[in-house]
């Protein structure tokens, strides 16, 4: 009896031992794998990537700080990668990086329009460096991008690290509205958040040129083109001072402009970056804004 009892006493530790092994297998890959595997990916990153540059050296006149955020569109969930060349740097942390897909700050593993885009600007402008300051936020809403937002103490974060390092933000790129239009905000709610999120950055003493991208396709709304947000965004660019039209990618919307139906395809990444430049370089010649 005593032999069988420590039998099942065996039997019974063996199960609890094993349920135990099985839960704590369970929550490391529930809640610690992803933070664990993203230390070690920004750990190797970071050292690849950092730079030596002495901004303090770098004339404010002949750099572009480019402060690029919004939602996916604006991160890192372009079809191809792209590593930007000499005198382009990424912003992240208080310190510069080599720019290079995917950009640090932003969410997403791979590419953007950014530094393709930045490369032009060196090659074809009179701009000696190019910093670009990335914190797009896959599925992010312009809700929650303004005062109590989900993305709101990020900017301001990003915001203060960059009047650490003595920088000033010389042109800021917002690239949001799809997932607006797939949650159905009102155009008049969309204008009012932007209002918010343009007031708080001027509260920051960024006084910087934005340019409010036209962008509201998303392929599972019920308008995959939404006129009623895109008149809100032209709005917001006639309403307000130093907002100015940026790129359409409303009119990129074939499947060769989207390789997953909603993501830049590498085609679309060259495309959107040139018309970027045209907007910022061309027309702000035109306009004496440069």
């Known amino acids: 009896m005593i032999r069988k009892n420590l039998s099942n006493f065996t039997v019974i530790n063996s199960l609890c031992f094993a349920t135990v092994f099985i839960l704590l297998i369970f929550i490391y890959h529930k809640f610690f794998e992803s933070k664990i595997s ?6 190797k990153i970071l050292s690849q990537r950092k730079s030596e540059v002495d901004v303090n050296k770098f004339s404010i006149k002949k750099t572009m700080v480019l402060l690029a955020f919004g939602q996916s569109n604006s991160a890192n969930y ?89 920088l000033e933000i010389s042109h800021i790129v917002w690239h949001q509205g799809e997932s607006d239009n797939f949650k159905g905000t009102d155009p008049e709610i969309y204008i009012q958040r932007f209002s918010e ?70 085609k679309a990444q060259y495309k959107l970056a040139l018309d970027l430049f045209n907007k910022i370089i061309t027309e702000n010649k035109k306009n004496k804004r440069l």
């Open 38 to 43: 993203k230390f070690i990916y920004m750990k």
């Open 78 to 166: 372009g079809e191809d990668l792209f590593s930007a060349g000499h005198n382009v740097y990424n912003f992240f942390e208080g310190e510069l990086y080599k720019a290079e897909d995917p950009l640090l700050g932003a969410s997403g593993r791979k590419g953007s329009i950014w530094c393709l885009f930045a490369d032009m600007v060196i090659e074809r402008s009179s701009f000696e460096n190019v910093i670009i300051v990335p914190a797009g936020e896959g599925s992010s809403k312009a809700e929650d991008w303004s005062y109590g937002g989900k993305y709101h103490s990020k900017l301001k974060k990003t915001l203060d690290d960059i009047h650490k390092l003595n």
């Open 197 to 266: 999120i343009l007031k708080f950055l001027r509260s920051e003493n960024i006084y910087a040129p934005v340019y409010m991208s036209i962008a509201t396709f998303h392929p599972l709304a019920e308008k995959k083109i939404n006129s009623g947000l895109q008149e809100a965004q032209f709005k917001i660019i006639k309403n307000n001072n130093n907002v100015f039209e940026g790129i359409n990618s409303d009119i990129y919307t074939d499947q060769i402009y989207r390789y997953d139906n909603i993501h830049f395809s590498g």
